[in-house]
T-cell receptor
Framework: TAGITQAPTSQILAAGRSMTLRCTQD?????MYWYRQDLGLGLRLIHY???????GKGEVPDGYSVSRANTDDFPLTLASAVPSQTSVYFC?????????????FGPGTRLTVL | GDSVTQMEGPVTLSEEAFLTINCTYT??????LFWYVQYPGEGLQLLLK?????DKGSNKGFEATYRKETTSFHLEKGSVQVSDSAVYFC??????????FGQGTRLTINP
């Protein structure tokens, strides 16, 4: 079972350019999440989706957008990247509809904005 | 809002030493509590969890007890191995069903 896949693994991006980070899960989980991980700050929630067709803002949503057209995919878009968005990005999913509270994480995307 | 505070790292121990990583939380209500582990180059994996006061979560020799009176969920292991070297995150699930993470503690075990 693949679980959660993310692409690309890493990327160097020029400031001002746009980019979409991809996330796909094959567990049919209803809820999906995007986090960024920065040294000394742990993981901070960017956006989330409780079910296909709905999204919500997390702790640090500015400069990011998401969509949830179907259950499996939850792409994260940076419309105009800035150096402060240099980070490691993790996608996660959970089967919250069943009451389960465990989140499963992808391997991450390391993004450098120059 | 809800928050999690972890013992600052990095922590370096010798193999077979006793490990404690402290975690305290601030929350309204009684959140579920978690420890996640991140091995080098990988995403986070659930290590253990506890959903109510006095519950003990355990896995791979690690344990943590949900202490409501001290709002703590300290991670312990009696005898660590080199393979336990990783970053450990304490987290709670808040009232909106979202995970709130501590800043992480990097653990290095030397042979």
């Amino acid at each position: 079972t693949a679980g959660i896949t993310q692409a690309p693994t890493s990327q160097i991006l020029a400031a001002g350019r746009s980019m979409t980070l991809r996330c796909t899960q094959d567990m049919r989980h209803n809820a999906m999440y995007w986090y960024r991980q920065d040294l000394g700050l742990g993981l901070r929630l960017i956006h989330y989706s409780n079910t296909a067709g709905t999204t919500g803002k997390g702790e640090v949503p500015d400069g990011y957008s998401v969509s949830r057209a179907n259950t499996d995919d939850f792409p994260l878009t940076l419309a105009s990247a800035v150096p402060s968005q240099t980070s490691v990005y993790f996608c996660a999913s959970s089967d919250s509809a069943s009451g389960a509270d465990t989140q499963y994480f992808g391997p991450g995307t390391r993004l450098t904005v120059l | 809002g809800d928050s999690v505070t972890q013992m600052e790292g990095p922590v370096t121990l010798s193999e077979e030493a006793f490990l404690t990583i402290n975690c305290t939380y601030t929350a309204t209500g009684y959140p579920s509590l978690f420890w996640y582990v991140q091995y080098p180059g990988e995403g986070l994996q659930l290590l253990l969890k506890a959903t109510k006061a006095d519950d003990k979560g355990s896995n791979k020799g690690f344990e943590a007890t949900y202490r409501k009176e001290t709002t703590s969920f300290h991670l312990e292991k009696g005898s660590v191995q080199v393979s336990d070297s990783a970053v450990y995150f304490c987290a709670l699930r808040d009232g909106a069903q979202k995970l709130v993470f501590g800043q992480g503690t990097r653990l290095t075990i030397n042979p």
